[in-house]
């Protein structure tokens, strides 16, 4: 695995991803900031709770935001701006550059429609591949995802196949367009724990042997931690910490990521009480001008509810915050904070 000791060229650029909603007459903030790098051939883990904006910082990728949504800041494929694309390049990028897995199959795959054509339709329309050259792809890509009887299962529709299998469906569409990034959103949530490992499987593998660069959007660390070379942690809209997966535990630095560590259970703990964050989760909209975890976070200051705090260089990542926990301080709960400010 990459770590970011050794930086890549970034594929993806988030560079101060600020997104709003119309709600009720007015435009709330659904994302805040939003500052991330996706290099080429590695794996990004966008980690945060539900709310934190993991999926709209996800789909502003492809511009697949909800109608009258307002963007500002950019985010750059390849150094191009996603958002001064026109509509041919924008066609370009979704058919054969990015390619999107989804929570629930089977809100994204057409009921009425055989699988067939729906793994096909893209490469026949866009690509102007012949017929039986694309059910190749599809047959050898579904065999690839571990279905058994690929012929057979072209001529099924949605509602034949489970929710495990409809999923390998969605993965073999992400690849047969032989796309440089996935974008992965909560691929396995919606599955239950067996499925979830057999799925997971099948992208890393997929991933790895292709060279693909991955943003895995999911709300478990470790299992981001597994499969990712880097973490990059969501808190109220804003990405508040990126670090290399392998530096996570001793590495962390954000008050909030550290919380997150130790709030998960430990089978080696016996009968401990799990550690809970106190208070509650802020979505987006609700935070103030400061940093949105300051009514939570055990190391605030006077300075953290108005000042907010940009990403900058800790040891070995990224981090927003105004006084993070540098890794030489020591153990946690014991750490010397340093001011930024
Ligand atoms: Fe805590 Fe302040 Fe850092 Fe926010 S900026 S995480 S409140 S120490």
Redesign the pocket.
Known sequence: MNGMETPATPLLEFDGLHVTLPVRGEHRTVVHRVDLTVPTGTAVGLVGESGSGKSLTARSVLRLLPPGARVSGDVRFEGASIAAMDQGALRTLRSHEVAMVFQDPRAHINPLRTIGDFLTEGLITTRGERRVVAAAKATDLLREVGIADATRRLRQRPAELSGGLLQRVMIAAALITEPRLLLADEPTTALDVTTQAEVMAIIDEARVQRGLAMLFITHDLALASAVCDSIAVMYAGSV?EQLPASRLHEGSC???TRALLASRPDPGAGARALRAIDGRPLSAFEAGP??A??PR?P???DV?STEL?LPEPTGDGRTA????RLAHDGAPGTDR?VPHV
């Open positions: 508040v954000h008050p909030y400061g940093c975890f300051a976070c190391a605030a200051q953290c705090p915050c105004h006084f993070p904070r």
